[in-house]
C-alpha cells in the first residue's frame, strides 16, 4: 500500500489539526493497523497513535492522551489524527506508516511509510 500523510501546516500554541494518511488510487487501507509518528528535529522518530485495522483499538503516547484523537475510514481509505491544544513539544515532521498483523509501537515493524507533512507550533 502506498501512503500519504497530509494536512500538515503552521498553527498557534493552543491550536488545532487534523491529519489525514491517504492510500494512493488503486490501494486500499483494508486490513492494515496505522501508526502515527512524529520526528523532531534531532530527534528520533516516535510512536504517537496507531489505531488497529478494524478501528476496535486505539493507543496514544502518553503526552497526547486527551489531546489527539485517531480515527479511520476505511471506506474512503484514509486514516485520521485530530491534534487538539497543540503545544510547542508535538512540533515535528508526522508519518503515517501500515503494517499487517499484531499491532506494534515501534517503527521498525512497519513496511509501509507515507511522506511526512510538517507540523510546526507557533506562539
Known amino acids: 500500500v502506498q501512503l500519504q500523510a497530509c494536512g500538515g501546516g503552521l498553527v498557534q500554541f493552543g491550536g488545532s489539526l487534523r491529519l489525514s494518511c491517504v492510500a494512493s488510487?488503486?490501494?486500499?487501507?483494508?486490513?492494515?493497523?496505522i501508526g502515527w509518528f512524529r520526528q523532531a528535529p534531532g530527534k528520533e522518530r516516535e510512536f504517537i497513535s496507531g489505531i488497529t485495522w478494524d478501528g476496535g483499538r486505539i493507543w496514544y503516547q502518553d503526552s497526547v492522551k486527551g489531546r489527539f484523537i485517531d480515527s479511520r475510514d476505511n471506506a474512503k481509505n484514509t486514516a485520521y489524527l485530530q491534534m487538539n491544544n497543540l503545544n510547542y513539544e508535538d512540533t515535528g515532521v508526522y508519518y503515517c506508516?501500515?503494517?499487517?498483523?499484531?499491532?506494534?509501537?515501534?517503527?521498525?515493524?512497519?513496511?509501509?511509510w507515507g511522506q511526512g507533512t510538517q507540523v510546526t507550533v507557533s506562539s
Open positions: 506508516a501500515g503494517a499487517y498483523g499484531k499491532f506494534e509501537r515501534v517503527p521498525i515493524k512497519y513496511d509501509y
Open positions: 488510487a488503486g490501494y486500499s487501507l483494508d486490513n492494515y493497523n
